[in-house]
């Protein structure tokens, strides 16, 4: 391949990912930040949790991405109307009633974002063959984490330290400049398909109306039911309910969802079949019908876990350590490893070959919670003397440096197992459900997530730090006892 395509492919791989990331770090962590400095409640910003289910459910609608008119113009339309909304947030922030309206605003901004996910990864998929998608795994993974430390690092401090509509307002124009790039560089790598008009028509059926109104009236009937006072009554006699919220129902649901279409799908399949033109239908057909399925689906739900389980608990971990004060620059320290990592994995897995490198990519990412373990015990009278102190006592250079490199060396095994988690997902995609196939696998990765937080803080709790880190490698264990069993890891196997 020429050094000019590469070229090519390093600018758009970068601009289109970070006009992924971007949106996902001001909805999920930039927002929360927001509502907390305007004096939101602990509980209400809780509810954040409820942006999620955008991204967690994108695969409803992935089909759709892959079946009317091109990736590039779904992708474009997607950050046109994501500006919009960023901007109406600026807007409105001198308003009394500010909070209410941003939330909603966030909230048809995460469907946004979400779809606009989709086209992203399904024009990488299209644009790149199989070597060059594993090649640029990795690169693709630091893009997405320079938005991140964008938003969280550039957006947040001006929001903290001037006013928030000049933050929303600068995120605005960070956002317009990549997406004028990805306006006039960005070319099609796939032809024309149904013309998005006849999406349009399609939704203006009675049938389709009745389905919508039909979906978001139970939205609005099961988010009413978890405010309800019954419930809240409920909560108090099952205290463990509290730190349960509704996108952690939905998760559930998802999950029982997945295992009905598994005992049913043989009857699933006839009923979509009926109509042999329907797109929507097939995609996920033929997503179910992918060989090995069932060790696909579990392996993908469960290969994070133990990363979530600890990610959730080390900043609360580092908080009771003491070093609340550090956790800026030992996070900073992480991220350029974390880079490295997916980005190492990626050249690996062109290198050598996903079959080859999958083992040791995922032993180290889940050791890491060994390590952990270890730091927790090697450090716990300061644990046990810091925490809720007014003043922590220091733990001392030493214990700091290595605080850090386990940090560091936690994100860098978590990079490398992003490269093979990803470079997977595209591997067992149909190449003509691509956008909708990867929708569903990066929907199934994060239900974990959902989970993990309510797991975590309840073993920390009742045990401490170092069983749950020891607990949440254990955890882990399960989704390394399918790999010598899944397919699609050799290169020839599609």
């Known amino acids: 391949m020429k050094k000019t395509k590469w070229d090519k492919n390093y600018l758009w791989t970068f601009s289109t990912y970070f006009t992924e990331g971007f949106p996902y770090i001001l909805i999920r962590t930039v927002s929360s930040v927001f509502f907390r400095d305007m004096k939101v409640s602990l509980e209400s910003i809780g509810l954040v949790n409820f942006f999620s289910i955008p991204w967690i459910l994108k695969f409803l609608w992935g089909p759709q991405v892959d079946e009317y008119s091109t990736k590039r113009k779904w992708m474009l339309t997607m950050q046109a109307l994501f500006m919009v909304i960023i901007v109406a947030a600026a807007l409105v922030v001198p308003l009394k009633n500010n909070v209410q309206l941003i939330a909603v605003l966030f909230f048809i901004g995460a469907f946004i974002a979400a779809t606009n996910d989709v086209a992203i990864d399904g024009y990488y998929m299209e644009a790149l063959d199989k070597e060059g998608q594993a090649k640029f795994v990795g690169f693709r993974t630091m893009a997405y984490r320079v938005a991140m430390g964008v938003g969280t690092l550039v957006i947040v401090t001006i929001g903290a330290k001037w006013s928030w509509f000049a933050a929303f307002f600068a995120a605005a124009i960070i956002f317009a400049a990549f997406f004028l790039f990805n306006l006039f560089f960005l070319t099609d790598v796939e032809p024309q398909k149904k013309k998005i008009k006849d999406l349009f028509l399609r939704g203006l059926r009675v049938k389709t109306f009745l389905f919508l109104l039909g979906t978001v009236s139970l939205i609005i009937a099961v988010r009413y039911f978890f405010q309800s006072p019954f419930y809240k009554e409920l909560q108090n006699s099952v205290p463990l309910l509290k730190n349960i919220y509704f996108s952690h129902w939905v998760a559930l649901l998802l999950l029982l969802a997945l295992v009905l279409v ?228 050799s290169d020839n196997n599609l």
């Open 262 to 489: 598994g005992i049913f799908r043989k009857r699933l399949k006839a009923f979509i079949t009926r109509d042999p033109d329907s797109f929507y239908g097939k995609s996920f057909v033929y997503f179910m019908e992918r060989e090995k399925i069932t060790t696909i689906l579990l392996f993908i739900i469960l290969l994070r876990v133990g990363e979530w389980t600890l990610a959730t608990m080390v900043a609360p971990f580092i908080v009771d350590l003491g070093i609340k004060v550090h956790y800026g620059w030992i996070s900073f320290v992480g991220l350029p490893a974390s880079i490295a990592g997916a980005m190492l994995g990626g050249w690996m897995i062109s290198r050598f070959s996903l079959k080859r490198v999958i083992w040791p990519f995922i032993m180290a990412q889940n050791c890491t919670n060994i390590i952990y373990m270890a730091l927790a015990i090697h450090v716990s009278y300061f644990l046990k003397i810091n925490t809720d102190a007014a003043t922590p006592i220091s733990i001392g250079t030493a214990n700091l440096a290595l605080a850090a490199g386990v940090h560091a060396f936690d994100q860098f095994a978590g990079g490398l197992g992003t490269a093979v988690l990803t470079t997977y997902v595209m591997r067992i995609c149909h190449a003509e459900f691509k956008a909708a196939h990867y929708a569903i696998g990066s929907g199934l990765w994060n239900l974990s997530a959902i989970f993990a937080g309510v797991f975590g803080g309840l073993v920390a709790g009742w045990l401490g730090y170092a069983w749950l880190f020891g607990l949440s490698f254990v955890i882990s264990i399960p989704a390394m006892v399918f790999i010598p069993f899944l397919p699609y890891l």
